[in-house]
């Protein structure tokens, strides 16, 4: 089973220059996943990867 981790996605999104990697997928993942440890590292499976893919506009 494959994981995946917020700035690895945000790069496939075009999120190339952000001061924190990976920060537009971590708060969408907060709100989407309220119940998440504050703090905690962020792996993602299959179908939480595909959620993000499916509602992170991608950048242009």
Do not use: C, F, S
Request: glycine share 4%; proline share 8%.
């Amino acid at each position: 089973m494959a994981t995946y981790e917020p700035a690895e996605i945000a790069r496939e999104l075009g999120y190339t220059n952000e001061h924190r990697p990976g920060k537009v997928v971590r708060d969408y993942l907060r709100k989407k996943y309220p119940e998440h440890p504050k703090y905690q590292r962020w792996v993602l499976d299959e179908a939480q990867a595909a959620d993000v893919r499916a509602n992170v506009p991608r950048q242009r």
